[in-house]
């Protein structure tokens, strides 16, 4: 399994952007799938966004309408969560995960193997 490190978390007004980051040790991201989702209390683990690392592969979870942006740094093995234009709803612990590749980037947070311990993003209005 890969040790997964998330960060860049923050207090930050509605409007503004942040960069999470997740950091991979223990082997590369290489035939990875990587995926953010975020959690509040109470509610489901919900999907925000996917990386196939072989051929870059990306996909979305409905709410993102093109505010947030995944990417990847091959030489660090991080992956980039970048986030625009938040609303207080995207209040929620952000944590990253890595998961076998099947062929094509995905959202179900059950395929996923390793997960990191999340870092909190506060929006406030």
């Known amino acids: 399994q890969v040790h997964l490190v998330e960060s860049g978390g923050g207090l930050v007004q509605a409007g503004d952007s942040l960069r999470l980051s997740c950091v991979g040790s223990g082997r590369t991201f290489s035939g990875y799938v990587m995926g953010w989702f975020r959690q509040t209390p109470g509610k489901e683990r919900e999907f925000v966004a996917a990386l196939r690392w072989s051929g870059g592969m990306?996909?979305?979870?409905?709410?993102?309408?093109?505010?947030?942006?995944?990417?990847?740094?091959?030489?660090?093995?991080?992956?980039?969560?970048?986030?625009?234009?938040?609303?207080?709803?995207?209040?929620?612990?952000?944590?990253?995960?890595?998961?076998?590749?099947?062929?094509?980037?995905?959202?179900?947070?059950?395929?996923?193997?390793?997960?990191?311990?999340?870092?909190?993003?506060?929006?406030s209005s």
């Not at 970048?82 to 990253?96: F, H, I």
Request: proline fraction near 3%; aromatic fraction near 14%; charge should be negative.
């Open 58 to 123: 990306t996909t979305y979870g409905n709410f993102v309408a093109d505010r947030f942006t995944i990417s990847r740094d091959n030489a660090k093995n991080t992956v980039y969560l970048q986030m625009n234009s938040l609303k207080p709803g995207d209040t929620a612990v952000y944590l990253c995960a890595a998961g076998p590749d099947y062929g094509l980037a995905y959202g179900t947070a059950e395929l996923y193997t390793s997960w990191g311990q999340g870092t909190q993003v506060t929006v």
